[in-house]
């Protein structure tokens, strides 16, 4: 199985500063052919199902804030707020869909300095 | 609109069985591969398995804490998904998303829950 490891396990961020959640695997998810990473991050807000924020490693999903971005190749992923916001505040996982099982990194929670 | 909705969550005891369902609305429900992930209370995210479309032969596949235990189907002239959950254990108590699956999983229904205690 595919280990997904996310760093740090919480931040507080003062508002309207940086936010940056690293995720590395245990074996590359890019898929040479087609040269896409097959890595996803999701934000999960309190009692709520977690949402798709990025695909293919860099791909926002339609209507999530440009101030999310997602970065990275092979084995080592970064997902930035570049100013955080107060509705940001969450767990972000970052998923590998390169093979199954799916695997999810442990969470990282970001809270408000 | 896309809309998962699942239901079926109950509180049993170890070794009981559960089904859950999960209705789709809002897409094309028989050309999706359909995912069901879990949270434990307090944890993070954990896929259980899923389903591909009958074009891509419907077969499944599952984690290795659930294979052979839990059994996900499809019934596409109703526009459901099911997971069969047999043998339940004590550490299969969670909430119980199922999601699209085009890779990644770009929709989540609201989850039901499931708790195994004796």
């Known amino acids: 199985d595919i280990v997904m490891t996310q760093s740090p396990d919480s931040l507080a961020v003062s508002l309207g500063e940086r936010a940056t959640i690293n995720c590395k695997s245990s074996?590359?998810?890019?898929?040479?052919?087609?040269?896409?990473?097959?890595l996803a991050w999701y934000q999960q807000k309190p009692g709520q199902p977690p949402k798709l924020l990025i695909h293919?490693?860099?791909t926002r999903e339609s209507g999530v804030p440009d101030r999310f971005s997602g970065s990275g190749s092979g084995t080592d992923f970064t997902l930035t707020i570049s100013s955080l916001q107060a509705e940001d505040v969450a767990v972000y996982y970052c998923?590998?869909?390169?093979?199954?099982?799916?695997?999810f990194g442990q969470g990282t929670k970001v809270e408000i300095k | 609109e896309v809309q998962l909705v699942e239901s079926g969550g109950a509180l049993l005891q170890p070794g009981g069985s559960l089904r859950l369902s999960c209705a789709a609305s809002?897409?094309?429900?028989?050309?999706?591969?359909m995912n069901w992930v879990r949270q434990a209370p307090g944890k993070g995210l954990e896929w259980v398995g899923r389903?591909?479309?009958?074009?891509?032969?419907?077969?499944?596949d599952y984690a290795a804490p659930v294979k052979g235990r839990f059994t996900i189907s499809r019934d596409d002239s109703q526009n459901m998904l099911y997971l069969q959950m047999n043998s339940l254990k004590t550490e299969d108590t969670a909430v119980y998303y199922c999601?699209?699956?085009?890779?990644?999983?770009?929709?989540w229904g609201q989850g039901t829950l499931v708790t195994v205690s004796s």
């Open positions: 999601t699209t699956e085009d890779g990644s999983s770009a929709f």
């Open positions: 809002g897409f094309t429900f028989s050309n999706a591969w």
């Open positions: 389903i591909r479309s009958k074009t891509h032969g419907g077969t499944t």
């Open positions: 074996q590359s998810v890019l898929y040479t052919s087609n040269n896409k990473d097959y």
């Open positions: 293919w490693a860099s």
């Open positions: 998923q590998q869909y390169y093979t199954t099982p799916r695997t």
